[in-house]
């Protein structure tokens, strides 16, 4: 059986406060990709960093967006992701370079950030600590072992054509009638091995793992690439930046071009269209004087 294209799946274990899910991307994972050309051994790194941020915005439910951000003083300077509520997704990178060694000798003095962004006018929250861990997993789970409440564990594997993952979390204050369920599963997770959380189908993962446990397995939610950047948004960076900082751009060169980091799409604002930018937001101000 071959695995679900772009999805997360959700499973609970019946009989023990343990809960998980399973993400596989492929066509998401490759749209990434295909706006820029990053080496192999950071490609590996954003992959399993994407499947993360999947697996943690689906815990979360949030109605906004989740950000993970690793940020070095090293030859890789950025990663970031972020995913919607909905499973949507975009990353990109910033590195210099030819990139050769572990993760810490890549970013040197970094960090790792994240944010949840509620994207309805609500109070965001962000984390900041200091980077820890020789792999991305280790970095996640160092992080969620200092700030969450919840046990986690997390298992990812990527290349360049898919990226997958998995998380187990044992949920708060239930009744246990199997103390050692949690050490169990989480044990039994372990023997996974990359090739396998890469192409085994989630029923046959979980049937591998667990086929003398009672485990539950939900509908499949399906996971997009999705930029948002948008013609409006530069628009109105642009209208921040104020019409004298404009003009002197415009001074210097024909168009003012700005690129999306996350989709590579170019936005061009010519004299004309700069002018229609602070036309409409004199317009607006005269309209509010009148009332």
């Known amino acids: 059986m071959k695995t679900s294209p772009d999805s997360l799946h959700r499973f609970l274990f019946e009989h023990a406060p343990i809960r998980g899910e399973r993400v596989h991307l492929d066509a998401a994972w490759r749209s990434v990709l295909e706006h820029h050309d990053y080496p192999p051994l950071l490609r590996r790194m954003m992959g399993e960093l994407c499947a993360a941020a ?41 590195w210099e370079g030819p990139l050769h060694g572990s993760l810490p000798e890549l970013v040197g003095d970094g960090l790792f950030v994240i944010t949840l962004d509620p994207k309805n006018g609500g109070q965001a929250y962000q984390g900041i600590v200091a980077l820890e861990g020789e792999t991305v997993v280790e970095i996640l789970q160092n992080y969620m072992t200092r700030s969450e409440q919840l046990e986690t564990r997390l298992w990812l594997a990527a290349d360049e054509h898919a990226a997958s993952g998995m998380l187990l979390q044992k949920l708060p204050e239930q009744a246990e009638d199997d103390a050692d369920a949690w050490s169990r599963v989480t044990h039994l997770a372990a023997t996974l091995q990359d090739d396998e959380l890469m192409q085994l189908s989630t029923q046959e993962l979980l049937h591998r793992l667990y086929h003398e446990e009672d485990v539950r397995l939900f509908e499949a939610q399906p996971v997009a690439f999705q930029c948002s950047c948008s013609r409006d948004s530069v628009a109105q960076m642009l209208r921040m930046l104020g019409a004298e900082e404009v003009e002197a751009a415009l001074s210097e060169r024909p168009v003012i071009e700005v690129h999306c980091e996350f989709c590579n799409h170019r936005y061009e604002f010519d004299p004309v269209d700069a002018a229609q930018l602070f036309a409409a937001e004199v317009t607006v101000a005269g309209s509010d004087t009148r009332h």
Not at 54 to 78: C, E, F, M, Y
């Open 54 to 94: 999947v697996l943690l915005a689906a815990t979360l439910k949030l109605d906004g967006s989740l950000v993970l951000q690793i940020q070095g003083q090293g030859a890789i300077r950025l990663l970031v992701v972020e995913c919607t509520g909905d499973l949507k997704l975009r990353a990109t990178a910033k």
